[in-house]
C-alpha cells in the first residue's frame, strides 16, 4: 500500500506516439504529478473509474503546444482518494472558470490576441489558476497569493500540505503553521 501505477504517452503531432513509460509512485508523487504537471497544465480528466475491487483509474489529457499527452494513475482506492479528491474538484472549478458569464474567463479571452493562442495557452492560464485556487482551498489557505515563492513553488507547497493531511494525519492547523507566508507590507 502507499505506491500508485503511473503511466505517461505522448504524442506530438502527426508524428508515431512516444514509447509509453510506465513507474511506480508513492501516493505523495503522484499527487504532484497530477496537480503539478496535468491539472495545472490545463488536463482534463477523461476518465475515472472506481472497481468492484477496491481499485481506482484516472486518466488526464494534457494539450501542450503540438504534443498530446496522456497520464494515468492506477491503484488501489485508499491510496488514490487524494487524487480523486482533488480531480473532482478542479474538474468542476475548471467547468465553472470556463462558463461564458464567468468574469475571470472573460479576461482571460479578452487577453489573448488571437485564436492560436486561445487554443494553446487558455487551458494553461485556466489551469494554473483553477490548481492554485483548488489547493488552495483544500487546505484551507485563505489567501494562496500570500505564500512566499513562485506560483509553481507556491502549488507544489499546497500540494505537499494537503498529501500531509491527507496521508499522513497532519491536521490543517499544522500545515497551514508550516506554509511559509510573506509579511505584510506595512502601509
Do not use: W
Not at 501505477?5 to 502527426?14: A, I, L, S
Not at 508515431?16 to 513507474?23: K, L, R, V
Not at 491527507?166 to 492547523?173: D, I, K, L, T, V
Amino acid at each position: 500500500m502507499g505506491y500508485i501505477e503511473y503511466t505517461h504517452k505522448r504524442v506530438r503531432g502527426n508524428e508515431d506516439p512516444f514509447p509509453a513509460t510506465t513507474s511506480s509512485r508513492t501516493r505523495e508523487d503522484a499527487l504532484e504529478s497530477l496537480v503539478v504537471a496535468e491539472l495545472a497544465f490545463g488536463g482534463q480528466i477523461t476518465a475515472c473509474e472506481l472497481t468492484p475491487d477496491g481499485k481506482a483509474f484516472i486518466s488526464v489529457k494534457t494539450h501542450v503546444m503540438n504534443c498530446v499527452d496522456t497520464a494515468e494513475f492506477r491503484g488501489d482506492l485508499e491510496d488514490m482518494k487524494a487524487l480523486l479528491e482533488v480531480g473532482a474538484y478542479a474538474d468542476g472549478l475548471v467547468r465553472s472558470v470556463l462558463t461564458t458569464d464567468n468574469p475571470l474567463s472573460k479576461a482571460v479571452y479578452d487577453a489573448l490576441p488571437n485564436t492560436f493562442a486561445i487554443v494553446h495557452a487558455a487551458p494553461i492560464l485556466v489551469g494554473g489558476i483553477s490548481m492554485m485556487i483548488a489547493m488552495a482551498a483544500l487546505v484551507g489557505v485563505a489567501h494562496p497569493e500570500k505564500l512566499k515563492g513562485k506560483t509553481t513553488e507556491r502549488l507544489r507547497d499546497l500540494t505537499v500540505a494537503y498529501g500531509l493531511m491527507r496521508y499522513q494525519g497532519y491536521s490543517q492547523q499544522e500545515v497551514i503553521s508550516m506554509l511559509i507566508f510573506q509579511e505584510e507590507q506595512s502601509k
